[in-house]
């Protein structure tokens, strides 16, 4: 693997990594493929693991798939929740579905729903989800002989156990691994606090997330007296986990054997997937440096980050807890550009005078300070304050549809 700041990361045999973005939404497949990703994975009408809203019609999958493949990109679906009753029956049918629109691939954990699918449609590649907890070598071969084409491992996975993974198992066998977002306090993401809490099950796709509340310790003989939850050398909240960042370490995973990057954030919206899939893009192919993909990837909302448990343990120093304060806020999408004029849709409210960036993949962040702000009937405005409106104004280098305007916003 060539090493070094600026350097194109690759495999240790020479091949380029898949960079592998989630999506919610059809605009965050757009944002995904059109900001880096190799392949985009998304949540379809049954057995995936997020909410309904992150869930995208058969029509919708389609386009996708289209869109995708046009770009020589893929399109994988989660079908990793757990079956119940006739879910996995079901199941057969709508693999058929899926192979006909085109996906390359699904994601399953449940042995009845893998059954389904090479049932329903034999040639559809199969992916284990981290929902198996795959962390060793024969549960990986395993998989293998049963068809699958490649396994997620679990989240709990050290960089010396994708070795051990690596190296007992068969090379056409993929590897993937996560390498940013939402980390979970559970057994990779097996979890009943919030059924217990809330009635919604993390494992049926409803996760209220009730480790990242923030809690108290009350003493039964002190009523009203609360405590709080403190945090020090070797110890730590008993909730609430850090979201994950490799940004720092993607050579040692790569080094490991981990042939695809996963990021993480089906529930995220098109400029949180936008903005962490160019970072890492950029840094794999190094366009950025580290520490520039590092300053970019605190644009979006998150928790402190942490490299995970890939060294063998989470813990680390700095503040835990609290989400880390967006150094940037999402304000609009570019429609067009032509003859110095950029049309664009708002998206957050934003002033004449300020200065704002605009995020294309390939090239670096381009600053436009907010002058003669126009509506669509050309009438000149001072702030942009109605949601997705369509506005005009001037900028002189050349911006071009589906990149995104943000908002530098003042450090906390």
Request: aromatic share 6%; with cysteine.
């Amino acid at each position: 693997m060539r090493m070094g700041m600026n350097r194109k990361l690759t495999l240790p045999d020479g091949r380029l990594p898949e960079l592998l973005a989630p999506a919610g939404d059809p605009e965050s497949v757009e944002a995904a493929l059109r900001f880096g990703a190799d392949a985009v994975y998304l949540g379809g009408r049954m057995l995936q693991l997020r909410a309904e809203k992150a869930a995208l019609t058969d029509e919708e999958i389609r386009n996708a798939v289209d869109e995708a493949h046009e770009k020589g990109k893929k399109i994988y679906v989660t079908l990793n929740s757990i079956a119940r009753g006739e879910e996995a029956e079901q199941a057969v049918e709508y693999a058929r579905i899926l192979y006909d629109l085109g996906v390359d691939a699904v994601l399953v954990a449940d042995m009845g729903v893998l059954s389904s699918v090479k049932e329903g449609a034999p040639d559809l590649a199969v992916h284990i989800s981290t929902q198996a907890n795959i962390l060793n070598a024969r549960a990986a071969r395993f998989y293998h002989d049963l068809g699958a084409e490649r396994v997620v491992l679990g989240r709990e996975a050290t960089l010396d156990e994708i070795a051990e993974i690596r190296a007992n198992t068969p090379r056409e066998l993929s590897i993937e691994a996560f390498a940013h977002g939402a980390l979970c306090m559970a057994y990779s993401g097996r979890c009943l606090i919030s059924s217990y809490l809330t009635g919604r099950s993390a494992n049926r796709g409803e996760c209220t997330q009730p480790c990242r509340w923030e809690y108290r310790l009350l003493e039964e003989q002190r009523p009203g007296e609360y405590f709080p939850i403190e945090e020090g050398d070797g110890y730590s909240r008993i909730l609430s986990s850090r979201d994950l960042c490799t940004i720092d370490m993607l050579e040692k995973i790569l080094e490991a054997g981990a042939d695809s990057l996963k990021l993480e954030g089906r529930m995220k919206s098109a400029y949180y997937v936008a903005t962490i899939t160019r970072a890492y893009r950029s840094r794999l192919d190094g366009t950025l440096s580290p520490e520039e993909c590092r300053a970019e990837l605190d644009c979006v909302a998150h928790r402190p980050y942490s490299e995970g448990l890939y060294r063998g343990e989470i813990l680390q120093p700095g503040a835990r807890g609290k989400d880390h304060p967006q150094e940037a806020t999402f304000v609009g999408k570019v429609l067009g550009w032509e003859d110095g004029v950029l049309h664009m849709e708002q998206r957050n409210r934003f002033f004449e005078g300020e200065t704002l960036e605009v995020l294309s993949p390939g090239r670096s962040v381009l600053t436009l300070r907010v002058t003669d702000l126009r509506t669509e009937e050309g009438v000149r405005v001072t702030s942009a304050p109605h949601p997705r409106q369509s506005l005009y104004m001037p900028c002189p280098c050349p911006v071009s549809a589906g990149d995104l305007i943000r908002r530098r916003d003042p450090k906390a």
